[in-house]
């Protein structure tokens, strides 16, 4: 963001020494360094407002009113921005290149893409334990984009490590499948 201060210097390095020496002068540069600042940012914040990931909090939730979704207490911050960057993933064939990319806005962790041969899809993805996203609108999403003859499971798995008796760490993993 521009600073006030900069932007007088600037204004007063267009004027004659003499002529900045009036109150008056003074006071016409500081406001037009203010005014000037205050277009400065706000080109700043319309740019910003034009990416969903470095959009305001005010432009989220217009967004979220726009595209219909709910508001969800579980879904926060980047979750919420990454819900709705999924929406405006490109159109077109729905293959697992593009499976992929709409995991990936939730979640930074694998996923593995298979076509059933019953006409099916199986999405699987090898959570982290310190993941945050929610599955429900990862997998909403992926309902939203397939067609409609194909049916959708999404197997999440978490691997996760316990201490065993003599100081050995064991990794299980949990799975959980959601039939749609």
């Given at each position: ?74 879904r926060a911050g980047e979750n919420r921005k990454g819900f709705i960057a999924s ?22 962790s694998p996923c593995n893409v298979a076509y059933l041969p019953d006409s099916g ?11 945050s996203f929610v599955l429900n609108d990862c997998v909403a999403i992926l309902n ?37």
């Amino acid at each position: 963001m521009y600073h006030t201060e900069e932007i007088m210097r600037q204004i007063r390095s267009c004027y004659p020494l003499w002529l900045l020496e009036f109150k008056e002068m003074d006071a016409l540069v500081s406001a037009a360094a203010r005014m000037l600042e205050a277009a400065a940012n706000a080109v700043v914040l319309a740019v910003e407002n034009q990416f969903v990931h470095s959009a305001q909090d005010k432009m989220i939730e217009e967004l979220e009113r726009f595209l219909g979704i709910g508001y969800e207490v579980l879904r926060a911050g980047e979750n919420r921005k990454g819900f709705i960057a999924s929406h405006f993933i490109g159109n077109g064939r729905f293959g697992p290149d593009k499976i992929k990319e709409v995991v990936a806005m939730f979640t930074g962790s694998p996923c593995n893409v298979a076509y059933l041969p019953d006409s099916g899809i199986h999405v699987e993805i090898v959570r982290d334990t310190n993941d945050s996203f929610v599955l429900n609108d990862c997998v909403a999403i992926l309902n939203k984009r397939k067609p409609a003859h194909l049916t959708l499971t999404v197997t999440l798995s978490s691997p996760f490590s316990v201490g065993a008796f003599y100081g050995v760490a064991m990794t299980e993993f949990h799975q959980e499948t959601i039939n749609h």
